[in-house]
């Protein structure tokens, strides 16, 4: 399983970006969808989550100007995030929990993507 992350870069404060995950390889379905950030010297915290049913987990901190969407036949996530703050500057990780196989298997390791840079400047 391959996650491949895009949509980082430099925005001012305000401002908006929009990040996409697309997963592949040997998926039938994914149960969690999610992202993370990390910044210098931080560890890597929850941003938010969406299972395969619709439901939504968000960390406080950005509540009411991230959005977290997918795409189940497409195996993708999306991170809709507006309002940008400096304190939002992180490199944004995509992470899968709880792959369904084509050949009906479960596989409840975490998934990966390399990370995108996302830096608002102020």
């Known amino acids: 399983v391959q996650l491949v992350e895009s949509g980082g870069g430099l925005v001012q404060a305000g401002g908006s970006l929009t990040l996409s995950c697309a997963g592949s390889g040997s998926i039938f379905s994914i149960n969690v969808m999610g992202w993370y950030r990390q910044a210098p010297g931080k560890e890597r915290e929850l941003v938010a989550t969406?299972?395969?049913?619709?439901?939504?987990n968000y960390a406080d901190s950005v509540k009411g100007r991230f959005t977290i969407s997918r795409a189940n036949a497409k195996n993708t996530v999306y991170l809709q995030m507006n309002s940008l703050k400096p304190e939002d500057t992180a490199v944004y990780y995509c992470?899968?929990?709880?792959?369904?196989?084509?050949?009906?298997?479960?596989?409840?390791?975490?998934?990966w993507g390399q990370g995108t840079q996302v830096t608002v400047s102020s």
């Open positions: 969406t299972t395969s049913g619709g439901s939504t």
């Open positions: 992470n899968a929990k709880g792959v369904v196989t084509p050949t009906g298997g479960y596989v409840r390791s975490d998934y």
